[in-house]
């Protein structure tokens, strides 16, 4: 749970680095900057690189709420973690194999 004096709680413009304990260990406090914002950055359909889309098959019905937060289908990306940061770092096209970054995955 964040503290009420925490940065991410104010709607402010996502993404801000304020200093807190996730942000100094190279985090981003944006996410829940976000949420509390009531703003959702969307996400792309498809690949940058090769066009293919990254939408995978139907999430059925009696999980998406409870498991899925109401997605409909599965994504397909692959997600490439840091260990040492505790993050996932890039994404990669199932087909292509290029690199996606965060940017390029999320509409803003």
């Keep these: 749970m964040a503290d009420k004096k925490h940065p991410s709680n104010a709607l402010t413009a996502p993404f801000v680095e304020c200093g807190c304990p996730i942000c100094r260990k190279g985090g ?18 498809a690949c940058p690189h090769c066009g293919v889309s990254l939408i995978g098959e139907p999430i059925p019905e009696k999980w998406r ?3 899925y937060g109401g997605s409909t289908h599965y994504r397909r990306e692959i997600g490439i973690v840091d260990r040492e940061r505790d993050r996932t770092t890039h994404f990669q096209c199932p087909d292509c194999g ?9 509409k803003r």
Excluded: M
């Design 28 to 45: 981003t406090c944006g996410p829940t900057a976000a949420k509390a914002a009531k703003t959702k950055p969307e996400r792309i359909d």
């Design 65 to 67: 709420d409870e498991y």
């Design 98 to 106: 290029k690199t996606i970054t965060h940017e390029e995955l999320w």
